[in-house]
């Protein structure tokens, strides 16, 4: 029973982290990118919001509660990133990085829920024909949760290195690096259009 659970924690892991399948990793990280370890509340926050509604997600597509069209999620995802990314340049402008936490918050929700009905296809695949689905479902779930918490405590890192060891200003770091992550996601957007 623990070996199944651990294989699907790795499962989850490693689908996350997978740098071949990437789009994840960059809405993180443009999720992250305006806050430091200062607003360590706010990460907390908005990561808590993202994991609960994600775990939502799966959950009602897994029980086949809801089900929606594979093209409009694989399309929604780098939409995701991409009004993050314009966000955060907007978000930069402010001095105060404790000021609008409102929308955020409710675009996390949000997010959270298109990208957990993005994973659970994968899911679904994975445990096709299995009886028991919730020990399963709570393994990779917790395997993705772990990963997020990863890559939010590296953009954070790379943060706290970026601005105070090399003395770039916050508005800087936050501005490039939602440009780079907004031509990273440019080719997604193109290739996943459903119409």
């Not at 069209?69 to 929604?76: A, G, T």
């Not at 298109?114 to 445990?127: E, T």
């Not at 689905?133 to 772990?146: H, M, N, V």
């Amino acid at each position: 029973m623990i070996q199944e659970f651990w294989f699907y924690v790795q499962l989850g892991l490693q689908h996350v982290l997978d740098i071949n399948a990437y789009d994840h990793i960059l809405f993180l990280t443009a999720l992250a990118l305006p806050f430091t370890f200062n607003s360590w509340k706010n990460v907390v926050l908005l990561v808590t919001i993202f994991t609960l509604t994600h775990c939502l997600a799966l959950v009602l597509s897994v029980y086949e509660l809801i089900s929606i069209d594979v093209s409009w999620i694989e399309f929604l995802i780098p939409v995701t990133i991409f009004l993050t990314a314009i966000f955060n340049m907007v978000y930069s402008q402010e001095q105060n990085e404790n000021n609008q936490i409102l929308f955020p918050v409710f675009a996390t929700g949000f997010f959270g829920l298109i990208h957990g009905f993005g994973f659970s296809n994968y899911f679904k695949m994975m445990i096709m024909g299995e009886e028991d689905k919730f020990g399963p479902l709570f393994g990779f779930a917790s395997g993705i949760e772990i990963s997020q918490v990863i890559i939010v405590l590296l953009v954070l890192a790379l943060a706290f290195v970026v601005q105070s060891i090399f003395n770039i200003k916050q508005r800087l770091f936050v501005l490039v690096g939602s440009i780079f992550i907004m031509l990273v996601t440019l080719p997604l957007l193109y290739q996943t259009i459903p119409f």
